[in-house]
């Protein structure tokens, strides 16, 4: 089965459920045994978590981390039935992330396959690799994902970690920082008949978001930035409909650029009048340096499966990636190329998760050489 009969197959699966998420998982897990690969489950918070390793048993080998995901955002019941227009593929999840991880498995299936029939023939036999496949990265408890668990406990350590995250097969060196705020906008209350005696509450929310998207800091900028971005996610307010609201509940989504100071931020958003911040969700950018020599070997491993690929660029995005890089290893973001993610259209390119499939094993077998070039620079800052 192929990357993508395999992403076809998953897509299947409504992984937006716990149901679903079992199900894809008990598949992932069998499809990897019957290619000779251990895997083994992990549960957490009544989901599956599905780890494999393959490669080097020396300690001190280079040790690199695959991590994909099988959840995704809800969608509609047709959406999980996969259809291809000529290079597209459609369906919910195929290009964030199904499809990079169909793909991803299928090099860690060639990986495995190659270091059993050549052993120390081939480079990758020096090479640790890990396969990490978790339920939970759209999960919006961010404070009980399994990655982190994951890193923290000490279940996955590595030098490097690639997240399948869809990029159009460029590699995310840097991602913007979250600053998730909840805020409440305060009013006067009075009769639906007669507004003019009251302060809508529910209509300074949106005056107070607006105000908030021409702050100074909506207009900074870095180098591989042109400037943050603000999403009014959530909005609730009102008791009855013949009354006028005197609260409003706003959720204010802002991802950072590296260099923004967040307290900032938060100085700029709190000086509003008749605003009252009730939580924040704060994560630092994630930033990887353009000269680690996991990243010049996974750029140079892309350029390897063809043109318009490769670059290192900035994800608007955040990803679990941020939890590798908070236990100090590096990790970027890299997947396939597509579009429409969390939306009806959404579509995978079929020749590009050829390509992303080879350039990961292109990459595995050029780490032991990248790594002794200069070990010691991995994880460095630009």
């Known amino acids: 089965m192929d990357e993508r009969l395999l992403t076809e197959r998953l897509v299947g699966y409504d992984t937006s459920k716990s149901a679903g998420l079992r199900a894809a998982g008990g598949f992932v897990k069998g499809w990897l045994e019957s290619h000779g690969i251990d895997a083994w489950e992990r549960d957490h918070d009544g989901l599956p978590v599905l780890l494999a390793q393959i490669g080097s048993d020396d300690p001190v080998a280079p040790t690199v981390i695959l991590h994909g995901h099988l959840d995704v955002v809800p969608a509609h019941d047709e959406q999980f039935t996969p259809t291809i227009d000529g290079d597209r593929l459609y369906g919910r999840g195929s290009y964030d992330m199904k499809g990079g991880l169909s793909a991803m498995l299928c090099a860690f299936r060639d990986a495995a396959r190659e270091i059993r029939e050549l052993g120390t023939e081939t480079p990758m036999s020096d090479v640790r690799v890990h396969l990490v496949v978790v339920p939970d990265e759209e999960s919006e408890q961010v404070d009980r994902r399994s990655t982190d ?146 990243v010049v070997a996974l750029r140079a491993a892309v350029a390897s499966t063809g043109e318009g690929a490769g670059m290192a660029v900035g994800r608007d995005g955040a990803s679990d990636a941020f939890a590798f890089l908070e236990a100090g290893i590096p990790a970027v973001e890299f997947g396939p190329s597509g579009n429409g993610h969390h939306g009806p259209e959404e579509w995978v390119s079929i020749d590009s998760l050829d390509r992303y499939r080879k350039a990961l094993v292109e990459f595995l077998r050029s780490v032991p050489d990248a790594v002794r070039v200069d070990r010691s620079a991995a994880g460095t800052a630009d």
Not at 158 to 177: C, R
Not at 246 to 267: A, H, L, N, S
Not at 286 to 291: A, N, Q
């Open 149 to 294: 668990a994951l890193v923290k406990d000490g279940t996955l350590r590595g030098d490097f970690a690639i997240t399948g995250e869809p990029t159009q097969l460029d590699v995310g060196v840097q991602a913007k920082g979250v600053l998730a705020m909840r805020l409440a906008v305060h009013g006067v209350s009075a009769h639906g008949s007669t507004p003019w005696l009251g302060d809508n509450a529910a209509l300074k929310a949106f005056d107070v978001f607006r105000r908030i998207e021409t702050l100074p800091f909506s207009r900074q900028s870095s180098d591989l930035y042109d400037r943050p971005s603000i999403n009014l996610a959530r909005i609730h307010g009102g008791d009855a409909f013949n009354m006028v609201p005197d609260r409003c509940e706003i959720t204010v989504d802002i991802r950072f650029v590296p260099g923004q100071d967040p307290k900032e931020i938060f100085r700029q958003i709190g000086a509003i009048p008749d605003v009252e911040v009730l939580t924040v969700l704060e994560r630092a950018p994630s930033i990887v340096s353009r000269r680690n020599p996991y």
